[in-house]
């Protein structure tokens, strides 16, 4: 059963978490204790009782016996803090795997430390007073306390419990409902003031009837409120109706809390304010116009009244264009990470599931993985097998780091973090690592030496500018001398959106991981199901007790991009909607602007105008002021995509046509809208418009 954690007896002092069954102070103050949620009780144990119920577990490579002490709720979802059970802390300190670790030291990652503070704490004072009880007179390590809940959207620390979030990506797809938000208001506001100059006799009628100039505006406002609320409730209504699909879609749990007044009545406020200042507009132009004037039809846009309309269309495209550059830039990122080179070939390599896989080396289950990985080297379909603690793709959980390297001139570099893994000889040769100097591991009887392999990054941080030169001098750590065997060059062992860290290979017992690279005859359907067949059957064999899983190295890899693609697909279905409500926009005023011309363009089809010359006098002012948007958003979107790129380390251009393609897509949007309408106008009957003249 996977997803169990390590705690001590304070765990349920610090964490409100409730427990069904237990007693809170002393549930995990044994050794060998265990605190089941209660959905792994019921998977169990049913309806009976798991109170003092026998359990073995596997971790770290040990078999170890526990009993169940307690039963909690079930850890909600919106936490990075999961888990399916506890064991106690005190159960680890007779594990072989964590000796040596009890030692007052911070160097370790496997463990999270969580301070629980009393209420009016100095934070900034209890950071002061921990630095200088634990690492006063020491210049090599730093700590840092940070708030348990900005941890899933601000950390970004390696050795996290899960892969967090991102508070960028929020900002982003919340600027964007903004934007939309407010091209919604534009297009109210645009279309509004383009009706009212129908609804002019109307007003006419009302003020020689008596009718104030308060009155008008606040049965407009109403109206404006009545439209909004409306909208609001279909909103909500269709949120309740996709809020499942989405969080299917993008592995979120959010929910529709409309009884979280906090939450929903700043969103609500700031909704109101817009409407209102969407109806004002409106309302003042219509209560503002002459009653003689309205009632003789002599009412008739103003300029400032077209401008004001031109601005707003500019506006809603300018918002539109910046949206198609972000979502060229935002989907060329995504296909750059995909195809960029990682300095390691990942394709037809699975890893086997290695939890139960032990790390010492004379283990029982230790020799069962080296024997397994010997049957499977025989079968025809296998090229090469090796083990590794971690492979590229794997995320910090099963790599070691470390400060404080001594190179081999003596100087330490107590300022960098390396990263390092024991690996089988093979490990490099099956993922086709190439090197730059020296040589792979040489086979020894235990499997173990004092050899290291180290890439280039780390070469570079030792300020060696002949990789040759590196090739057996001696580096230290964690109190032994290494010798350096091999140099190879840099890959991306992490995500694109990390920098290549440097890393050191070390030869040693590593049973994490047994991966196995398929050969040619492998590549097709039938032959890969042959191979899996092979394998399991060969793991079936020796590990009966263990279900057989894989995991491809390369999808594994690509999955890291996983949250990136779905940020680019819901950034796309904004853009989309952005695009949809600018367009109506531009056809409510390209339908008013024909009528308001009608006339005129009677008069010139009779005077021989062609369709051509009347779609070109109607369009190119509309092409022309979304030209002027496209030029506006070039710079905005620009500096809003690069804000968006510094959050990875290698990152994509934004060439040139990034911004043509917008543009000319744009203009295009632009032509289609106008030109339904433009050529219905150009094609009428110029005596319809004509014959009451």
């Known amino acids: 059963e996977p997803n169990g954690l390590i705690a001590d007896a304070s765990y349920f002092q610090t964490f409100n978490y409730p427990l069904i069954k237990g007693n809170k102070l002393t549930v995990l103050q044994e050794p060998n204790s265990l605190v089941l949620t209660q959905s792994l009780a019921k998977k169990l144990y049913g309806n009976s009782n798991p109170m003092g119920k026998i359990l073995s577990v596997f ?24 888990t399916n059970f506890l064991i106690s802390f005190n159960t680890i300190k007779s594990w072989d795997a964590f000796k040596g670790q009890q030692e007052p030291s911070w160097n370790f990652n496997n463990y999270f430390t969580f301070i629980k503070v009393k209420e009016n704490t100095n934070i900034n004072l209890l950071r002061q007073k921990i630095m200088q009880s634990n690492f006063e007179g020491n210049n090599n390590e730093r700590h840092n306390i940070e708030p348990l809940e900005d941890i899933h959207l601000y950390s970004d620390k390696p050795y996290e419990a899960e892969a967090n979030g991102s508070v960028t990506r929020i900002k982003f797809l919340s600027a964007i409902a903004f934007i939309i938000l407010i091209l919604s208001w534009l297009n109210y506001i645009n279309l509004s003031t383009t009706k009212s100059l129908e609804r002019a006799k109307e007003i006419g009628i009302r003020k020689v009837a008596g009718a104030q100039r308060l009155q008008l505006i606040l049965q407009s406002l109403l109206e404006s409120i009545i439209l909004n609320s409306i909208a609001i409730g279909i909103a909500i209504l269709l949120t309740m109706i996709l809020l499942p699909t989405y969080n299917s879609f993008t592995g979120t749990i959010l929910s529709l809390q409309l009884s979280d007044i906090n939450a929903f009545l700043p969103v609500l406020s700031f909704i109101l304010f817009g409407m209102l200042l969407a109806g004002l507009y409106p309302a003042f132009l219509l209560s503002s116009y002459s009653p003689s004037r309205a009632l003789k039809g002599k009412i008739r846009a103003s300029a400032n009244g077209l401008n004001t309309r031109k601005g707003l269309i500019m506006a809603q495209f300018l918002a539109t264009t910046v949206l ?45 993985a080296v024997t ?18 971690t492979y590229p793709g794997d995320g910090y959980e099963n790599l070691s ?4 390297i001594t190179y081999p001139d003596g100087t330490t570099d107590d300022k960098n973090l390396y990263y390092t893994y024991p690996v089988h000889s093979d490990y490099f040769e099956l993922l086709d690592i190439e090197f730059v100097a020296g040589e792979k591991f040489r086979p020894t009887a235990t499997g173990l030496s004092n050899k290291v392999v180290i890439n280039e990054k780390f070469i570079r941080d030792m300020g060696i500018s002949n990789m040759e030169d590196a090739i057996d001098k001696t580096v230290k750590f964690w109190g032994q001398d290494w010798v350096i065997s091999g140099v190879i060059k840099n890959y991306h062992h992490f995500g694109l959106k990390n920098t290549i860290k440097p890393m050191v290979i070390r030869q040693g017992d590593a049973y994490n991981n047994l991966l196995v690279k398929l050969n040619k005859k492998a590549a097709s359907a039938s032959g890969f199901s042959t191979a899996i067949a092979q394998i399991d059957a060969e793991w079936n064999k020796i590990f009966p007790q263990s279900t057989f899983n894989y995991t491809f190295l390369d999808k594994k890899f690509q999955a890291q991009y996983n949250e990136d693609a779905k940020f680019n697909a819901v950034f796309q279905i904004f853009t989309i909607l952005a695009i949809l409500i600018a367009s109506m926009g531009l056809f409510g005023l390209t339908s008013y602007t024909c009528i308001q011309r009608k006339k005129e363009i009677g008069i010139r089809k009779v005077n021989g105008a062609t369709i051509r010359q009347v779609l070109s006098l109607l369009n190119k002012n509309f092409v022309k002021w979304v030209g002027i948007a496209f030029v506006i958003a070039v710079p905005l979107s620009w500096y809003a995509m690069n804000k968006w790129l510094e959050g990875f380390a290698y990152k994509t251009t934004i060439n040139w046509w990034v911004f043509a393609l917008a543009g000319v897509a744009t203009i295009t949007i632009t032509l289609i809208t106008v030109s339904w309408q433009s050529f219905r106008a150009a094609t009428n009957n110029p005596v319809e418009a004509l014959r009451d003249e």
């Open 59 to 82: 971790w770290a490579g040990s078999e170890v016996i526990v009993t169940v002490k307690g039963v909690m709720k079930d850890i909600p979802k919106n936490t990075h803090l999961k």
């Open 324 to 368: 198609l550059v972000g979502t060229i830039v935002v989907t060329k990122q995504i296909h750059f990470l995909q195809e960029q080179p990682l300095g390691v070939n990942l394709q037809q390599i699975i890893a086997l599931n290695g939890e139960m896989f032990s790390k010492k080396p004379d283990s029982l289950l230790a020799k069962d």
């Open 372 to 389: 397994l990985g010997e049957e499977l080297k025989k079968l025809p379909f296998i090229d090469v097998v090796s083990t590794a603690q």
């Open 401 to 404: 780091s470390t400060v404080g």
